[in-house]
């Protein structure tokens, strides 16, 4: 195959860097000043600290280390850097103020521009296919799901637009059992895959069986209503001690009204959708609620088979739907929903064996951690994964409505504390079927 040209690759990232700016754009102008330097939870920066964030990274990398610039500001590096400070703390900083903020990022992104227009996209490992600008255009749109979360925890009137998802329009009840087999796992060749998805590797995958949807609100429901949050052996006894310190007994975001549960969703308080994956629970919850169901929650691996392996070539893909990147027929991402679709809206987006929704909508949680694949090496700096591995953090699959398709593909893995639940996170199930296969 030909690689792409150097001005289509310059051109990718001018509109994918464009992209991400416009909803950082969005999503700070659509609350006012007291809103951007409020604290909506302690789980959070304030919305102008990640902004000014978004731009310090963005100077970092491309301004001054890619583009070998003089600091714009220096001196609002240590402010800025996420290891200094805890969310919790990061109100009481003497930050950029939200008209200095705004005046940071758009003064680096010109810088950038100019960068781009400068350097040659190949020739060192930072710059090779652009991977430092796609590494920072990610960065950003991750922040911008994380400032959605924000939004999603700020008490008030709606301001984001609410378009309808698609309908239903496939089965997705059931399961789908995939072979026993090797399944290339991770990247070599993606040219923006983060670090800790490389290097691509083979792995033996035990035949197991995997839900065609996630979990379903309604499904969480029955759960509940089974004394799901009552019953100490369908939790482990880190998630049971989790369960009664936080006094867990429903997603986030939810409350009940007589027989009816009601939710929080953007400022909108509305019926939960029955037919809709379930999301706002937590890694305990979400194991709760496989054993409850007789099943498990898939590991990573099975997850990604699941997601890319093409059993009539033997090869893993880019997607569940192939190489081509998401379109709006694909996948619920990218904020152009603030709900996750119901289950069947996405026949366009199953993988070959008809798993649906592995991308968008709601994150998945998986049984592992977070660890490096064999031959891992950071890059291009330690704080992005290598910091996380280890057995605090698991890893969430899959994107949601609120990932940006540069953010997500079959070999991304996100990863966050099992007590979290203010991400857009769910969980689909998965089954032993008992047959190993010949090895
Ligand atoms: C990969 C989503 C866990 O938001 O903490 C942002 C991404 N890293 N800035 C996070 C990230 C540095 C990270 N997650
Ligand atoms: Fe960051």
């Given at each position: 195959s030909?690689?792409?040209?150097?001005?289509?690759?310059?051109?990718?990232?001018?509109?994918?860097?464009?992209?991400?700016?416009?909803?950082?754009?969005?999503?700070?102008?659509?609350?006012?000043?007291?809103?951007?330097?409020?604290?909506?939870?302690?789980?959070m920066?304030?919305?102008?600290w990640?902004l000014?964030?978004?731009?310090?990274?963005?100077?970092?990398?491309?301004?001054?280390?890619v583009?070998?610039?003089?600091?714009?500001?220096?001196?609002?590096?240590?402010?800025?850097?996420?290891?200094?400070?805890?969310?919790?703390?990061?109100?009481?900083l003497p930050?950029?103020?939200?008209?200095?903020?705004?005046?940071?990022?758009?003064v680096?992104?010109?810088?950038?521009?100019?960068?781009?227009?400068?350097?040659?996209?190949?020739?060192?490992p930072?710059?090779e296919?652009?991977?430092?600008?796609?590494?920072?255009a990610?960065?950003?749109?991750?922040?911008?799901?994380?400032?959605l979360?924000?939004?999603?925890?700020?008490?008030?009137?709606?301001?984001?637009?609410d378009?309808e998802?698609?309908r239903?329009?496939?089965?997705?009840?059931g399961?789908?059992?995939?072979?026993?087999?090797?399944?290339?796992?991770?990247?070599?060749?993606?040219?923006?895959?983060?670090?800790?998805e490389?290097?691509?590797?083979?792995?033996?995958?035990?035949?197991?069986?995997?839900?065609?949807?996630p979990?379903t609100?309604?499904?969480?429901v029955?759960?509940i209503?089974d004394?799901?949050?009552?019953?100490?052996?369908?939790?482990s006894?880190?998630?049971?001690?989790?369960?009664?310190?936080a006094?867990?007994?429903a997603?986030?975001?939810?409350r009940?009204?007589?027989?009816?549960?009601?939710?929080?969703?953007f400022?909108?308080?509305?019926?939960?959708?029955?037919?809709?994956?379930?999301?706002?629970?937590?890694?305990?919850?979400?194991?709760?609620?496989?054993?409850?169901?007789?099943?498990?929650?898939p590991?990573?691996?099975?997850w990604?088979?699941?997601a890319?392996?093409?059993?009539?070539?033997?090869?893993?893909?880019?997607?569940?739907?192939?190489?081509?990147?998401p379109?709006a027929?694909?996948a619920?991402?990218g904020?152009r929903?603030?709900?996750?679709?119901?289950?069947?809206?996405?026949?366009?987006?199953?993988?070959?064996l008809?798993?649906q929704q592995?991308?968008?909508?709601v994150w998945?949680?998986?049984?592992?951690?977070?660890?490096?694949?064999?031959g891992?090496?950071?890059?291009?700096?330690?704080?992005y994964?290598?910091v996380?591995?280890?057995?605090?953090?698991r890893?969430?699959?899959?994107?949601?409505?609120?990932?940006?398709?540069?953010?997500?593909?079959g070999?991304?893995?996100?990863?966050?504390?099992?007590?979290?639940?203010?991400?857009?996170?769910?969980?689909?199930?998965?089954?032993?079927?008992?047959?190993?296969?010949?090895?």
């Amino acid at each position: 195959s030909t690689s792409p040209s150097p001005s289509s690759v310059r051109e990718r990232i001018a509109t994918t860097l464009e992209r991400a700016r416009a909803r950082s754009t969005l999503l700070t102008d659509a609350v006012d000043e007291g809103d951007l330097v409020a604290q909506h939870s302690p789980l959070m920066s304030p919305l102008v600290w990640d902004l000014a964030h978004i731009g310090n990274q963005e100077e970092l990398w491309l301004v001054r280390d890619v583009g070998g610039r003089e600091p714009l500001r220096a001196d609002i590096d240590e402010l800025y850097d996420a290891f200094q400070h805890p969310r919790a703390t990061r109100p009481r900083l003497p930050l950029l103020g939200p008209r200095e903020a705004r005046d940071y990022v758009r003064v680096v992104r010109d810088k950038t521009l100019d960068v781009l227009d400068a350097t040659p996209l190949e020739g060192a490992p930072l710059i090779e296919g652009g991977f430092a600008f796609g590494m920072i255009a990610q960065h950003e749109q991750q922040h911008d799901e994380t400032m959605l979360a924000t939004h999603q925890l700020r008490r008030g009137e709606p301001v984001l637009a609410d378009p309808e998802p698609p309908r239903a329009r496939a089965d997705a009840t059931g399961r789908v059992v995939v072979t026993a087999g090797p399944c290339e796992i991770g990247t070599d060749h993606e040219p923006w895959a983060l670090d800790n998805e490389r290097p691509a590797h083979t792995m033996w995958i035990d035949e197991f069986a995997i839900a065609r949807a996630p979990v379903t609100c309604g499904e969480y429901v029955e759960f509940i209503a089974d004394g799901g949050y009552e019953r100490p052996a369908l939790w482990s006894s880190e998630g049971w001690q989790y369960r009664q310190d936080a006094s867990l007994a429903a997603p986030l975001f939810w409350r009940r009204e007589g027989e009816q549960w009601w939710r929080r969703r953007f400022g909108r308080d509305e019926p939960v959708p029955v037919d809709e994956p379930v999301m706002h629970v937590c890694f305990h919850e979400a194991e709760a609620f496989a054993r409850w169901a007789g099943a498990r929650l898939p590991t990573e691996h099975e997850w990604e088979k699941a997601a890319r392996f093409d059993p009539a070539t033997g090869r893993s893909r880019r997607y569940p739907w192939g190489d081509a990147n998401p379109t709006a027929e694909h996948a619920n991402l990218g904020q152009r929903h603030v709900r996750p679709a119901p289950v069947g809206a996405y026949p366009a987006g199953a993988s070959p064996l008809g798993v649906q929704q592995l991308i968008g909508d709601v994150w998945e949680w998986t049984s592992s951690h977070f660890l490096p694949y064999p031959g891992f090496r950071f890059f291009p700096y330690a704080e992005y994964s290598e910091v996380f591995f280890g057995p605090d953090h698991r890893v969430l699959r899959g994107g949601s409505f609120g990932t940006d398709e540069v953010a997500i593909r079959g070999t991304f893995r996100n990863w966050d504390y099992p007590i979290r639940r203010q991400i857009f996170a769910g969980l689909r199930l998965a089954w032993d079927t008992g047959s190993a296969g010949p090895r």
